[in-house]
């Protein structure tokens, strides 16, 4: 598969069927940020070594790369705010995940079938002996919890388009802290659909969508099986 050089990227519960209005916030409810059409997928193969090797640079670098319809895509990594946020989840995560012998990882990428796409979660929650796939990814079906924290810069990316790239990997559950919304929130999705391509974006990729604003209790589903105090993630 051709890939293409680095480009710079700048409480409600309700279970839902396959159609039904975007979960997302209203003002990226609109056709505009939908990717532009790409080729069709290929199967799965391993990332060339010197694309592989470009990434974990990068990544090393303070540089998130990701790989997305055949392209790297470079941007920064999370900002104070960001960094914050995620401290204070795996604080809060902490004592389940110590019990479990589960591990938290920052670096380590997701990898979205059939092509040789990945994601670069804010933080993933692994179980001890996770599938991987190569030296800096692992499968989706392995994943426990993949995080993002919403900035400026990566809102829409965050809500329009993992949503369907970890669903289609096969991430059970995916969490979004947003400290860019007001109020502030956090959804948890969970349930992926199992027949959704590349371009799915008019589905709802996960069947079930939970949201609390700041200071509400979510519920993490098991493996989890906990509460989280969504205050104690904010200032």
């Known amino acids: 598969m051709a890939l293409t050089k680095p480009t710079k990227h700048g409480g409600h ?15 990226l409810d609109s056709d505009e940020h939908e990717p532009p059409e790409a080729r069709q997928p290929e199967e799965s193969q391993e990332l060339p070594d010197e694309v592989l090797h470009l990434c974990m640079q990068l ?10 319809l055949g392209q790297v895509v470079v941007s920064p990594w999370m900002s104070e705010e960001s960094n914050e946020i995620v401290y204070r989840l795996t604080k809060l995560l902490l004592p389940l995940i110590t019990a479990k012998g589960w591990r938290f990882f920052s670096n380590w990428a997701v ?15 692994l179980p001890m ?9 692992v499968h989706g079906h392995s994943v426990l919890l993949a995080v993002e924290v919403c900035s400026p810069g990566n809102h829409e990316v965050d809500w329009k388009e993992k949503p369907l790239d970890y669903a289609r990997a096969g ?20 349930d992926p659909l199992l027949d959704l391509e590349p371009f799915d974006y008019h589905r709802q990729a996960y069947q079930r969508i939970v949201t609390v604003e700041e200071g509400a209790v979510l519920e993490l589903p098991e493996p989890f ?5 969504t205050s104690a993630l904010f200032d």
């Open 129 to 137: 002996k996770a599938e991987r796939l190569d030296r800096m990814r």
């Open 171 to 190: 991430v059970p559950l995916y969490l979004i802290v947003d400290p860019v919304a007001s109020p502030r929130r956090v959804t948890l999705m969970s």
């Open 225 to 229: 099986g906990i509460k989280i105090e």
């Open 13 to 27: 519960d309700h279970p839902v069927p396959h159609k039904q209005d975007d979960p997302v916030p209203g003002d």
């Open 59 to 68: 990544n090393a670098s303070g540089y998130r790369a990701e790989i997305r």
């Open 111 to 125: 990898h979205i079938p059939p092509m040789l796409d990945h994601r670069l979660p804010d933080l993933l929650v």
